[in-house]
């Protein structure tokens, strides 16, 4: 069997993305929810205790007074829930809300319809038990342990410091009371987030690793999938080639239009063309290596187009000037020579007798 050592290309990741297959750590969202509660104790959490202990304290007073009917009873609830209904909302939608930034922040916007199928294979216990004592689930369970060892250590140290404030609660007033336990719980909270945030980066790093890993391909399912999304290589091939043949043929036609052909004279050709009402410079036409040098010498000699041997002049512009481009300004002299050359033949030539 092939191993699979090669990293998963962006088709695969896009596709385990689809599935639902994203580097997710709950821990992450775990730490937020508790800082988001702390620091929501100090705030709404304060007013909610105090509309409770308010409500109590008002119940107590009243219902020995109070006229215990089911109107009565329906105008306090009535009441409880006014009352403490906003700083609950608040509470529940701070929660609500960190969590979704969280998941946002680690997965992005995604909607993953496979998970919502049913897969019955998650309620066979025996495929139950095989996760259970897999290598990912003694993983699993190792991550679990240690993180419930780091936390109650974090908890321990804490409340044994305040051991002594914990003991004199049930002495106080109810407000002292429950502001103190605010306190507590809030300064206890940070000191477990802080502890639970190393853990939860440490796990979202290990979630980005070990998904890759799991996506993971061999050699040729990497060539399989790049023929998959960018077609086959012996087409893509084709195409290519039946491109350079028709722009070749485009190109040629260019030839008959050229003032002259410089040759290396075996090697390079190149077809430069000079109109002085139209151009600032000379243009290259057409260039070829090879055979497709020899073919523009033909179509050159059928129209009668000069050609002159030049082979540094001919490398030159072969290689520094594209079709349809003006010769650069360092090639001016060596090229006007040319040109001056093609002029005085033409010039010479003998007209034809008129008879």
């Given at each position: 069997m092939a191993e699979r050592t090669e990293a998963p290309t962006g088709r695969r990741l896009s596709e385990a993305r689809k599935r639902g297959q994203v580097a997710r750590s709950h821990e992450l969202n775990t730490v937020a929810?508790?800082?988001?509660?702390a620091v929501l104790l100090r705030g709404p959490g304060i007013a909610l205790a105090h509309d409770l202990?308010?409500?109590l304290r008002d119940t107590v007073t009243t219902l020995p007074t109070g006229d215990l009917t089911g109107a009565w009873l329906q105008q306090e609830a009535i009441a409880v829930v006014l009352r403490v209904a906003p700083d609950v909302a608040m509470v529940i939608g701070g929660l609500a809300a960190t969590g979704l930034v969280v998941s946002v922040a680690q997965t992005g916007l995604l909607w993953a319809s496979d998970r919502?199928?049913?897969d019955l294979s998650r309620l066979n216990p025996l495929a139950g038990l095989q996760r259970l004592f897999s290598g990912r689930g003694l993983v699993e369970l190792a991550r679990a342990a240690l993180k419930l060892g780091v936390v109650g250590w974090v908890a321990y140290s804490y409340l044994q410091g305040q051991l002594g404030t914990v003991l004199t609660?049930?002495?106080?007033?109810?407000?002292s009371a429950v502001s103190q336990w605010g306190l507590l719980a809030y300064n206890l909270g940070l000191r477990v987030a802080a502890a639970y945030l190393v853990l939860a980066f440490a796990d979202y790093a290990y979630q980005r690793w070990s998904l890759n890993r799991s996506l993971r391909m061999t050699k040729q399912e990497v060539k399989e999938d790049m023929r998959a999304s960018e077609g086959d290589p012996l087409l893509r091939g084709r195409v290519r080639a039946?491109?350079?043949r028709i722009a070749r043929q485009r190109m040629l036609t260019r030839v008959p239009q050229a003032d002259v052909v410089i040759t290396n004279p075996t090697h390079f050709a190149v077809a430069l063309q000079y109109d002085r009402a139209r151009m600032t410079a000379p243009r290259l036409v057409a260039k070829g290596a090879s055979l497709v040098a020899q073919r523009i010498k033909d179509v050159a000699r059928e129209h009668g187009i000069a050609i002159v041997e030049n082979p540094p002049l001919a490398r030159a512009i072969y290689r520094s000037v594209e079709i349809e481009h003006?010769?650069?300004?360092?090639?001016?002299?060596?090229?006007?020579?040319?040109?001056?050359?093609v002029y005085n033949l033409k010039a010479r030539r003998p007209r034809p007798v008129v008879q």
């Open positions: 929810a508790m800082l988001a509660g202990q308010t409500l919502l199928k049913p609660l049930g002495q106080m007033d109810l407000r039946q491109q350079r003006e010769v650069p300004p360092d090639l001016y002299v060596a090229v006007a020579e040319v040109l001056a050359f």
